[in-house]
Structures are given as C-alpha cells and as structure tokens.
C-alpha cells in the first residue's frame, strides 16, 4: 500500500471473534500456535521453511497482537491485497452507521487479524457526508467503542485528500506516511503535511506522526538514495531505518490475494516488512532497533 496510510493504535487485548464477543487472548492461542499455522499454510502452497519468520516473532515476543485493518479506499486495494472480497457490509455501511462492526469485519488468511473491506459503493461516501453535520467525525464516532478489542487499528486511505482520508486522520492517534523513492513521490508530501497541521489544530489535536517509510528503495539507484537522503534532512529520526526495497515478489503478491509474508516468507521483501514491524513495537516499548534495511 503506497498511499497514506493512518494508524490508530488501540490500548485493549480482547479479540472480537465472528460473534462479537471479548474473549481473553491468552486463552486463545500461544505463540506455538501461530507459528504451526504459518508453517501449515507454507506446507499447503510448497513455500520455503518459515524458520526466520518463527526467530523474529519469538525475538518481538509479539507474535499474539490483534489488528484491524480498515480499508477505507474504494479501490479497495487493502482487502484485495489479503485475499478477502467485500459482501453484504463493508466499511462504507459501518462508516455511515449502517452496519456494527461485528457484522461487517471478516477473518483474513494472516492469524488474530481482522479486516473491514472496501468497494466501490465508498465513493459514493464522500457524497453523502458532504451535507452532514461534523461529517469529519463519522469514522471516529463508529470506531469509538472497538478500540480496546485491538492492540493496532490501520487504516489505509484513499490517495487523495478527501473527506474519506480526512475522517482516517480525525479517527487516528497517529499517521504513518509511506513514500516511494521516486520524484513525484515529494511533490504532494507537502500537501498532506499541511492537511495532518490544519486536523491537528481543528479536529484531532492527539494526533501524532507515526513515522515516514522510504519504500520501493533501491540503494543502486541514485534517485533513490536522493529521496532518502531529502526525506532524512526534512522529518529527521521520525524516518524508519528499514526501508522496504523493489521486490518482484511484493508486486506478485496481490495478484495472487496474499499478504507477502503468506506468499514468500523468504523473499527479501517480506524480511524488511518484519523488520519495520519489530521497528513500530519496538518503538512503542521504548526499544532501540539494530539499524535495517
């Protein structure tokens, strides 16, 4: 996902199950567990041994946090990416208070991860909120009561800065913006920048930015060293140190609707994304990383 991405990052550990209800996860499963799933899923696709995956989720001693992914795009890259098709209620019913969120999340293939799908009927979102009063709040007021089932709440948006990314930013505690090592990549940052100050002072002055991710970074590349470089002297040490590099397999992934960690654990682009997640937990628990990349 390359467009900006919000994070709103829950403070709870109950799990919302298919029927909604909170359920202690130290009864649910142990860490063994995780790992035999994913080692399950790689015997069934004749995937390489899962043996750095199994180091790195005992090393975070995290492998048993709960996500909620919201894809709150239309083109609902997000859902696609993890092999999950919208049905009945999607983010846009739970977005306008049509739907509750047990009714519209659905399991993914990635254990204790939960998504809210997206489609096309999102984009007729902005439409309708247009008329509505304090339309900016919508999501935050739908999310209101589900934040302590989560430990992590993403959010992915919409490449553009309307009133779907707006109310992603008002939901949020945090801001996570990827940039790709390209030139057009810093043209629009300063764009949202300056959206992040103006909700920052008028509609949700808790938020904070997560981090900048560097992805699609080729350190062969002179352009892409540029943007890294750019990017380091404008936002400092708020700038990831894993970088997430061009990697055939993270762009054959979606196609075959899996997360990179399912479809190549091995692949060099599916060991910067551990990293960068050890690096985020990391950098919650007040630990310093060895430096990636």
Known sequence: MNDPVTVAVGDGVDYLGDAGAGVNLAELFTLQDLLEQLTALHEVHDKAP????????????????????????????????VGVEPKEYTSYEFLLGNATLTSSIQNTQVPYMDILTADRRLAGAEVELVSQPQRENFLKRALADHKDRYDFIFIDTPPSLGLLTLNALTAADSVLIPIQCEYYALEGLSQLLSTVQL????????????????????????????????????????????????????????????????????????????ALAQEIIAAKDGVTTPQGG
């Open 50 to 81: 899962v043996t750095r995956v199994l180091e790195n989720f005992e090393k975070s001693h995290h492998a048993w946090m709960v996500q909620l992914l919201v894809d709150l795009d239309p083109q609902g890259n997000a859902s696609s990416g």
């Open 199 to 274: 909700v920052q002072r008028n509609l949700n002055r808790m938020l904070q930015l997560e981090g900048v991710l560097l992805t699609m970074y080729d350190k062969r590349l002179r352009l892409s060293n540029q943007v890294a470089d750019e990017a380091i002297e404008f936002f400092g040490k708020v700038v990831y140190e894993t970088r997430i590099p061009r990697n055939v397999r993270l762009s054959e992934a979606p196609s075959f609707g899996q997360p990179i960690l399912l479809y190549d654990v091995e692949c060099l682009g599916s060991q910067s994304y551990l």
